[in-house]
């Protein structure tokens, strides 16, 4: 608004012309005194001087005051400007809200359609998620039950083998203390068979001498009995005279050998005596009979007697009988016994010796039982520990497994935290899909409200004129032939993806096939408006030729022989067809013919005058209409194959997933059914490895 002006408290108040105009009419000037009249001229142009500086000013002051004015004109100018495009601001933004809360109640709406759909069509993929779920939860309860199950079996054949160990270490010490008693035996077998040989060394020694004395007795038995035989048997005997005086004077020699034990001496002396006795048989023949051998038994009794005497002089002393022929025959007695003892004690050595042997070969055989036990033993031992190395292997091996199933566990995790993001993926895409999708409805609904304004475009074009309807409906006709072939293919076209798309039908969702029934109603009712157009042109082409012959002059002198152009339906182009009217007057005269035939000309030149340039526009308006609708279709169309090309996108990024989460699944599953082998060590290292390189 406009400021109120006011002076200036520093602008002095200016006097009034008609006061400076008394004060100079008051002032008195003596002309006569130059003095005075030139101080008042110089007063005059001081005061003229002073008011054309205050007028200077005061025009400067104005001037300024002016240029304030334009300026705060302007301003207010420019502030009401502003107000009025403020107003015009709020009533704009009034509008817009008004229009933003349709466009909120319309998104509303769509959002509550959206949510709809979106329950609608990510019911499959919510039942596809949560059968993975339960899947991977069925594959995690199935992993940590075997698990258990390893781990009860690996404390089980843990405890079997501590037990075996128990068992093995028990035997070990049993036959460790079998094998120290046996030990302890066997020293004493062996201290027994050293003494048991120290006494055949003995016995050996004794059985020699033994055996020696028995060969020297034996050979003085023979001799013995050669001395009986000889003494016995020969006519002439010996001299039993010279014999015994011969044992009379080597009596000393014979007993001091055969005290100090000289048998063979004794033997030899004898020798020399029988070989004399043989020689002197020998040269002379004797026939022996009963009666010598009696008269010579007392002889040689008694030599045989001198000679026992003679043998043993120890116990001869000792027992001193008193009977010298019983002392000799006790003394021969002990001789006989005494070998009968050797024999026998020869006997009972020989079986104490074969009694040793046999008793050295069984301790040789359960010595050698022994070291196959103890073999046996070591080779147990050997096992125990070899299994009890396999039990460490398979602990190891289990604690590796363990990490590595921990290792497949987080990755697991990782796998869901991806098939979630991909899920999220999808519903993002799903929702892209949804708002293509409503576009296709809103190109669809406007494809349906065109075809309902070319219809009521249509209705409203029959009432015109009849030549002006009869070439718009042959134009329409022409044209929807051209549609009705144009969305022949399309259907076609449709029908073929349709075929096409039928495997990949069962991995699409309902929304996708929602829109493609859409699409096809949309299509199946284009064909139906075209049909309909069709049969509107048809109906209306038969109305004007009804109402055409109708309008025209019926008498039979005026249409003797006239010709009319009519539109045949269902062609492209319009061929005029003359159809001539035989009427029942044709001899009629030249004049009249010729008079209706100009008349006809003239009328049909009119109307075709007239109709051109209506004709020209609606040609112009139905093909620009034609050709919007057929951009609309070819849009719509290539939305709905690009929504097919997404959802098989994703379905097929779907089975991938599904793929490689079966394949991982399958693939744990045979790591976890096989049990590595002890010697297969490397292998199991290798396909640990592996995995986790996978």
């Known amino acids: 608004m406009g400021a109120i002006w006011s002076r200036p408290a520093d602008m002095p108040a200016l006097t009034a012309p008609d006061l400076v105009d008394e004060s100079f009419e008051n002032t008195t000037v003596d002309a006569k005194d130059p003095d005075e009249f030139d101080r008042y001229l110089a007063s005059i142009r001081e005061r003229r001087h002073d008011a054309l500086a205050s007028i200077k000013t005061e025009m400067n002051r104005l001037r300024e005051y002016k240029e304030e004015l334009e300026m705060v004109r302007k301003e207010k100018d420019g502030l009401e400007q ?130 020696a004395d028995r060969m020297s007795l034996a050979s003085q038995m023979a001799l013995v009995n050669n001395l009986f035989s000889t003494l016995l048997s020969g006519d002439e005997g010996p001299d039993f005279d010279r014999f015994a005086r011969m044992l009379e004077e080597n009596r000393e020699l014979i007993s001091d050998l055969t005290f100090n034990g000289d048998i063979n001496e004794t033997a030899s002396v004898l020798m020399d005596i029988a070989g004399d006795t043989l020689e002197r048989s020998e040269e002379v023949e004797c026939t022996s009979n009963r009666e010598k051998i009696a008269s010579n038994l007392p002889k040689v009794w008694r030599i045989l007697v001198e000679l026992l005497g003679h043998y043993d002089n120890k116990t001869a002393n000792e027992s001193k009988p008193d009977d010298p022929n019983e002392s000799r025959v006790a003394s021969v007695s002990r001789t006989f016994l005494k070998l009968k003892d050797l024999i026998l004690e020869k006997n009972s050595l020989v079986k104490d010796i074969g009694r040793l042997k046999t008793l050295n070969d069984h301790l040789e055989s359960r010595l050698d039982h022994q070291q196959q036990r103890l073999s046996t033993v070591s080779a147990e031992l050997c096992k125990a520990w070899s299994s009890v190395a396999k039990l460490n292997a398979q602990h190891r091996k289990l604690h590796t497994h363990e990490k590595i199933l921990r290792y497949e566990l987080q990755h697991k995790r990782t796998v869901l935290t991806e098939l979630k993001q991909e899920l999220e993926y999808c519903r993002e895409k799903w929702d892209q899909a949804r708002l293509k999708n409503t576009q296709s409805q ?204 997404r959802s098989d996108m994703i379905s097929g990024r779907l089975d991938e997933v599904h793929a490689r989460q079966v394949a991982r699944s399958i693939d744990r599953q045979t790591t976890s059914n096989i049990t590595p082998h002890p010697d297969e060590t490397s292998e199991t290292t290798e396909t640990t490895e592996t995995t986790e390189s996978v």
């Open 82 to 211: 502003q107000v009025k495009a403020l107003k015009q601001v709020a009533n704009i933004s009034n509008d817009m809200l008004k229009i933003r809360e349709a466009q909120v109640t319309d998104l509303k709406k769509r959002l509550q359609e959206m949510e709809s759909h979106a329950d609608e069509c990510l019911a499959d993929l919510r039942v596809e998620y949560q059968k993975q779920i339960d899947n991977i939860r069925n594959l995690r309860r199935l992993y940590e039950e075997r698990a258990e199950a390893a781990a009860m079996g690996h404390e089980r054949e843990i405890n079997k083998e501590r037990a075996k160990n128990s068992l093995l270490e028990a035997k070990l010490a049993e036959e460790l203390n079998s094998k120290q008693g046996m030990n302890d035996f066997i020293a004493k077998l062996e201290t027994d068979v050293q003494g048991k040989q120290i006494e055949y060394e003995q016995m050996k020694a004794k059985y020699m001498t033994t055996s």
């Open 442 to 645: 809103e190109d669809w609904q406007s494809l349906r409200e065109e075809f309902a304004r070319r219809k009521c475009s249509t209705s409203v074009e029959s009432g015109f004129e009849d030549d002006e309807s009869r070439v718009a409906i042959a134009d329409s006709g022409a044209c929807s032939d051209d549609d009705e072939t144009w969305l022949k293919t399309l259907s076609l076209d449709s029908s073929e993806t349709e075929t096409v798309d039928e495997p990949q039908s069962e991995t699409e969702t309902t929304g996708i096939k929602r829109l493609e029934k859409q699409s096809r109603s949309l299509l199946n009712q284009m064909v139906r408006t075209s049909r309909t157009s069709d049969s509107i042109s048809e109906r209306l082409e038969e109305l004007q030729r009804q109402y055409g012959r109708s309008g025209r002059p019926t008498t039979s002198e005026s249409e003797d022989s006239s010709e009319v152009l009519v539109e045949i339906p269902g062609t492209s182009t319009s061929t005029p067809i003359t159809l001539q009217l035989e009427e029942e007057n044709i001899l009629q005269t030249d004049e009249i013919v010729l008079r209706t035939e100009e008349e006809a000309e003239d009328r049909l030149q009119q109307d075709t005058a007239l109709l051109r340039p209506d004709e020209e526009e609606r040609l112009q308006r139905r093909a620009a209409r034609l050709k919007r609708l057929e951009e609309q279709c070819l849009g719509l169309f290539r939305q709905v194959s690009e929504t097919n090309a």
